[in-house]
């Protein structure tokens, strides 16, 4: 590979990919590197491997961001539409879920192939299990040595991901490039990701391990109403997930086990009816019996509810309408879906993916200070950070 090529793309991810099949339609020579043996293995995890590849309902509140304007370029020049009549033409089924959601009907393995059927279209070249990689800047081209072969190239793609599931191979390596080219990186840490009990909450709550139920989780920056589960190290669920993506350390949250119900109004309802059912009783309509025992355990919930006085009816409802809970952290990139934080946005051009202070270097998918919420929105950003990029490399 003596002769330079037009773009070399280092991460098969998502975004990655999108970037080289967008290249490639221009008729460009392309090489993506990577150090796993497979590319998109991420790809083929998500949603439970039925690959939860978009939402309908994208727009810039739904990521986070130092900069929060800059998605906005990305999403609405490749949008959610656009990523739906490829899967149109290659015949791939798929189906919504709650809050617009949308998932394969199959396998996550249908995206994944049509991907790859994509890039063998445009002739796109992979170097894969490539695990010793140096990036320079030689004159007007770019330097990578792979595993002591040096590739040259004129524009350069970073596409290498977060720090997330280092099991699929997550690395730093995408922030030592831009710090090398002098570019500002936001501290990175794990999101979307479920918070773990202190060692007090941990021998308390064991018990509820795999229960699961509707709540709302709040704190002053956000509020969700989501599933969540409690596991056997702490909270998770999609309501935990969510939230922890505008979650500080040490921060209390506010939990509402029964985010439709007003449960001192329902009570005192109860109480009015003149009958003898004990507390226990009438708590087990709306959550189930293990959780009760649990919350109320210095409470006698045996009691008749005639006997109950206003007051400790307050206290109830208290405990199950607003547990303010304080995390002791979160599980870390062990289990974090994303990483928050990243290439500093106000270091790119919104429009392009390229460095500002870099011509022909380019950031794409989930490397930048770019994170969505748990749902489609980050496979979103892979496919419309990759498709712009690949639109001026």
Known sequence: MSSALDVIIIGAGASGLMCAIEAGKRGL??????????????LLLSG???CNFTNYNIDAENYISENPHFCKSALSQFTQWDFLELLRIYNIEFEEREHGQLFCKNKASDIYQM??????????EFKLNETNLLTAKDKKLFKVEINGQVIFGKSLVIATGGLSLPETGATSFGYKVAEQF??????????????TYCPKDKEKFLTLSG??????????????????????????????????????LGESIIINLLPNIDLFTELKQEQKKQNNKILKTILSKYLPKRLI????????IEKPLQQISHKQLQQVAKIFN???????????YRTAEVTIGGVDCDEISSKTMEAKKQKNLFFTGEV????????????????SSGWTAGQYV
């Not at 570019?183 to 990175?188: Q, R, S």
């Open 48 to 50: 439970g491997g039925k």
């Open 293 to 300: 025992a649990v919350f109320l355990s210095e409470f006698e």
């Open 182 to 195: 002098g570019l500002n990186i936001i501290p990175p840490r794990p999101g979307l990701v479920p918070f």
């Open 368 to 383: 930048l200070d770019i994170t969505g919420w748990l749902g489609g929105y980050n496979l979103q950003w892979a496919w």
């Open 29 to 42: 020579s392309i090489i993506v590197v990577d150090h796993k043996s497979n590319p998109a293995k991420k």
């Open 115 to 124: 991907l790859l059927t994509e890039c063998e279209k445009y002739e796109v």
């Open 322 to 332: 607003h547990w303010n809970f304080t995390p002791n952290n979160t599980e870390g």
């Open 211 to 248: 229960i699961a139920i509707l709540a709302m989780v709040e704190n002053a920056k956000k509020s969700f109403t989501e599933s969540l589960l409690f596991t056997h190290r702490g909270l998770s669920g999609p309501v935990i997930l969510q939230l922890s993506l505008y979650w500080s």
